[in-house]
């Protein structure tokens, strides 16, 4: 009998909406733009905001000037001290952000939770949607709610809502033979290109080379909107700012116990950068050669789900919000294991419970100096990857 039914789910998913938002709500509910713990309202979000405010007004030398983006947030902003800003994002994404830098803070931070919560809840529906399975979609929004790594992208004002459309994108697309489709949505991944390495090692290993033709087009695209919207001189601004990383690498990642990637577990470790590098370095060339040996032998969704695992594992720079990526394949996992004719393994519920938990391990991880996430995750790929989902049907 497994200690992890149907009804206590639901009874865990409802108690970490509840703990979850009912603590946002009192952390926010504050009068000004400080939230209880001093932080500002939607924490990274005054980054972009900033940046999108540059690019509406074609200021090419802001996007990249941390004192004048700080400036330009105390000046027209929602009236407080402006956080630490780390102007390392292209182009590209400021100028998508144009349209909410016109607006003031508040209503564009409005506006761009409920754009993220809305493609999240998309992104989460399709993936249900294929898997009868899980039955009618009634607890989606209750599993949707209560996953931690969504909760982290919206109370960080974080953009990794539009890598998972991406990724969501080209997971139906390939899945449909539509290679247009999906190479315009990796091109679209390069705004945060960390989060695109694992899928270009796919596609290059699998010879894709429509798909990622398309995706150079789509990169190349985004250079010549930039150009003619900013100018030739912002390339130069971002290289610089680009070349400046290895000195500001602790304003960059001032709370390492937040990275979930295999470069944050050697970097938490204390291990010297060099030695983390090269331990990054060999654990991710190990995932990813178990990812694309499992993914000759499984279903594409179950591939698909190994995939994004390995996108989390081996990104380097990725932290708690960056999760979100996940949701998309524990519901592929949990509806291709539901619907085996085989009892699925013995461990998988407790792993995929324990890497659902994650986003929230971070403050246990700066106690321990132990990253729970790169051991949870890999032990989760093993148990997905190993999984034999045919033979004959489970005993109730």
């Not at 970490?16 to 952390?27: H, I, K, M, S």
Request: with cysteine.
């Amino acid at each position: 009998m497994t200690l992890l039914t149907h009804r206590r789910a639901r009874m865990h998913a409802a108690a970490l909406v509840v703990g979850l938002w009912g603590v946002t709500l009192v952390n926010f509910a504050t009068p000004g733009w400080r939230t209880l713990n001093g932080h500002v309202k939607g924490e990274d979000w005054a980054h972009f905001w900033a940046i999108g405010r540059a690019a509406a007004r074609q200021d090419w030398r802001g996007l990249y000037d941390p004192d004048r983006l700080r400036s330009e947030f105390e000046r027209a902003g929602p009236g407080v001290e402006a956080p630490t800003f780390i102007p390392v994002y292209g182009p590209q994404l400021a100028l998508a952000l144009a349209p909410f830098g016109a607006l003031p803070y508040g209503v564009s931070l409005v506006l761009w939770w409920i754009s993220g919560g809305l493609a999240y809840w998309l992104c989460c529906r399709a993936a249900w949607a294929r898997c009868p399975a899980l039955g009618p979609p009634r607890d989606l929004l209750l599993f949707a709610a209560a996953y931690p790594g969504f909760w982290q992208l919206f109370i960080h004002g974080q953009t990794t809502w539009i890598a998972l459309a991406c990724v969501t994108v080209i997971w139906l697309a390939l899945r449909e033979r539509r290679p247009l489709a999906a190479g315009i949505a990796v091109g679209l991944l390069a705004y945060k290109p960390q989060l695109g390495i694992a899928l270009v090692i796919v596609l290059i290993v699998r010879r894709s080379w429509a798909v990622l033709a398309i995706a150079a087009g789509t990169v190349a695209a985004q250079v010549v909107v930039c150009w003619l919207w900013f100018g030739p001189e912002v390339f130069p601004a971002y290289g610089r700012m680009l070349a400046t990383l290895p000195q500001i690498s602790p304003l960059l990642e001032p709370k390492v116990f937040q990275l979930v990637s295999l470069r944050g577990f050697f970097l938490l470790l204390g291990a010297p950068s060099m030695w983390a590098h090269a331990g990054w370095l060999l654990a991710g060339a190990a995932v990813m050669t178990a990812v694309l040996r499992g993914m000759r032998q499984r279903s594409f969704d179950r591939s698909f789900a190994l995939l994004l695992i390995a996108t989390v594992l081996v990104g380097g720079h990725v932290s708690v919000y960056d999760l979100v990526l996940l949701a998309p394949a524990f519901i592929l996992i949990a509806g291709e294991n539901l619907d085996a004719a085989a009892a699925p393994p013995r461990w998988l519920w407790p792993v995929m419970y324990a890497a659902f938990l994650l986003a929230l391990t971070g403050p246990l991880a700066a106690i321990t100096r132990v990253q729970l996430a790169s051991p949870i995750l890999i032990a989760l790929m093993v148990v997905v990857r190993g999984a034999d989902l045919s033979g004959p049907p489970a005993r109730a």
